[in-house]
């Protein structure tokens, strides 16, 4: 279980590794393809803003790599659970006010990785 958890951790932070790259550094270019639903003239306006969001999604892929890092056993359930649990936090406010689709994308798959965890 605990392998299984590692990987979970590890697709976490591959997600949100996407998301730092997308919104730091392919904004304008891919995000259009991404986020279908808003106009194509606010990728412009809005690079700064989502480079600043990618940015603290880096923070989240730092903490999820530090996890998997950790040998003592109570310390990486601990960063785990607080770096799992922030993108956790994140789905579920971005699913209220952006779109129902990042339950899916962010949440769920931190919600599981969470559960292994703790279950490991």
Do not use: D
């Not at 991404?34 to 809005?46: G, N, Q």
């Not at 530090?66 to 990486?76: C, D, F």
């Amino acid at each position: 279980m605990h392998l299984f958890s590692q990987l979970l951790i590890g697709l976490v932070a591959l997600i949100h590794a996407y998301i730092v790259w997308l919104e730091m550094f392919a904004w304008t270019t891919r995000g259009p393809k991404v986020f279908k639903s808003l106009p194509a003239e606010l990728f412009p306006a809005t690079k700064t803003l989502a480079g600043n969001q990618g940015l603290y999604n880096g923070f989240l892929v730092a903490g999820l790599g530090w996890a998997l890092l950790i040998a003592a056993p109570a310390w990486h359930r601990s960063v785990g659970t607080f770096f799992l649990g922030c993108v956790a936090v994140a789905g579920l406010y971005g699913a209220a006010t952006a779109g129902r689709r990042i339950l899916l994308v962010q949440t769920l798959p931190a919600l599981l990785a969470l559960a292994a965890l703790w279950l490991a």
